[in-house]
């Protein structure tokens, strides 16, 4: 079962899934700002991000799993990073948040004209 925008705590999460017994939240960002092959988020300050992550922290310790999913908007990129200088809270709270057991997980995309298509893994380095 997947649900998409569904409610927890203060948030609303892109979608909650239930594979069996596991009960799953998954919250998904789009990143499209790229410097040297590095890609970064946010591009901007996000409260509402930070706010996610906490939700999703507060999540893995009500024993459900979580997910960030870093939906990067081109391909051929070297790896993913939060943009500490743009915001550097939620860098450090994307730390806290894969302590606590929340996967990071980035993608990149096959970008057309037309079509946005999820592409391969990108790795995730965190400071």
């Known amino acids: 079962m997947v649900k998409p925008e569904v409610k927890y705590g203060s948030s609303r999460f ?5 594979v069996g017994e596991r009960k ?4 998904v960002k789009g990143v499209t700002l790229e410097e040297s092959g590095v890609v970064m988020f946010p591009d901007a300050p996000t409260e509402r991000g930070v706010k ?4 999703l922290i507060r999540c ?3 024993g459900y799993e979580a997910h960030v999913v870093f939906v990067v908007q081109m391909s051929n990129v ?3 990073t939060s943009n500490n200088k743009m915001h550097p ?4 709270t994307l730390v806290a948040a894969k302590k606590a057991g929340v996967t990071i997980i980035a993608l ?4 057309t004209e037309n079509t946005l298509e999820i592409g391969n ?5 965190l400071s």
């Open 121 to 125: 893994s990108v790795p995730v380095k």
């Open 52 to 55: 996610h992550l906490n939700e």
């Open 24 to 27: 799953i939240f998954v919250e």
């Open 89 to 92: 809270a939620f860098g450090e």
């Open 14 to 18: 892109d979608f909650y899934v239930e």
């Open 60 to 62: 893995t310790k009500e």
């Open 108 to 111: 990149d995309c096959v970008v």
């Open 78 to 80: 070297r790896y993913f």
